[in-house]
Nanobody, 123 residues
Framework: QVQLVESGGGLVQAGGSLRLSCAAS????????MGWFRQAPGKEREFVAA????????NYADSVKGRFTISRDNAKNTVYLQMNSLKAEDTAGYYC????????????????WGQGTQVTVSS
């Protein structure tokens, strides 16, 4: 059974930082590209960042480019999202997802999803 478990969310002041983690089990992690998405109340789920299977390629939404960094540790079956210079508009539930093969910036190709972790940024 595949499980993706996010952690690291919380309440932070604007300008602060958080590091999200997503631990994967039940799959061959190195065969999956990983993505982070977020969803704020009343809004559609949106792409945040993605990383290739090896970690050699990454992709970011324009809204987070230069502030967020996605990385992965295939030995630990974990993907991370380092979030710096957080803004109130970053407040959302953050979800990690796994896609077999190449990375995607849309949600539909992703095969597995975590339950999410809440990030709240106070202004």
């Amino acid at each position: 059974q595949v499980q993706l478990v996010e952690s690291g969310g919380g309440l932070v002041q604007a300008g602060g930082s958080l590091r999200l983690s997503c631990a994967a089990s039940g799959l061959t992690f190195s065969m999956y590209s990983m993505g982070w998405f977020r969803q704020a109340p009343g809004k559609e789920r949106e792409f945040v960042a993605a990383i290739s299977r090896s970690g050699g390629s990454t992709n970011y939404a324009d809204s987070v480019k230069g502030r967020f960094t996605i990385s992965r540790d295939n030995a630990k079956n974990t993907v991370y999202l380092q979030m710096n210079s957080l803004k109130a508009e970053d407040t959302a539930g953050y979800y990690c997802a796994a896609a077999r093969g190449v990375m995607w910036t849309t949600s539909s190709p992703y095969d597995y999803w975590g339950q999410g972790t809440q990030v709240t940024v106070s202004s």
